[in-house]
C-alpha cells in the first residue's frame, strides 16, 4: 500500500511542468512553448522562446489545444 501510494505521488509530481514548457520537436525543426495564458504573457513567452534558442527566435502560430493550455510555435534564426 505504502509502495503504491509513492508510486502515484511519484507519477503526479513528474506530470507537473513549470511553466511555460518548452516541447521540442513540432516539424521542420520548430518548436512549441506551452503556457497558462491566463498567468503569464505573450512577452515571457518570447523571452523562453528566445533563452531557448540563445538568441533569436522566429514566431510561426499560436493556438490554445484539448489541454486547455495556449502553445506558440517558434523556430530558432538559423535553423533549417
Known amino acids: 500500500m505504502r509502495g503504491a501510494v509513492i508510486f502515484l505521488a511519484l507519477v503526479a509530481l513528474a ?3 513549470t511553466l511555460p514548457a518548452v516541447i521540442p520537436g ?3 525543426g520548430a ?7 491566463a498567468q503569464q504573457s505573450v512577452g515571457e ?5 528566445r533563452a531557448y534558442c540563445n538568441g533569436a527566435a522566429d514566431f510561426i502560430s499560436g493556438e490554445t489545444r484539448f ?8 523556430r530558432c534564426v538559423g535553423s533549417s
Open 15 to 17: 506530470a507537473c511542468q
Open 26 to 28: 513540432a516539424a521542420g
Open 31 to 37: 518548436f512549441d512553448v506551452r503556457y497558462d495564458a
Open 45 to 49: 513567452i518570447d523571452a523562453r522562446a
Open 67 to 74: 489541454d486547455g493550455f495556449a502553445y506558440r510555435t517558434y
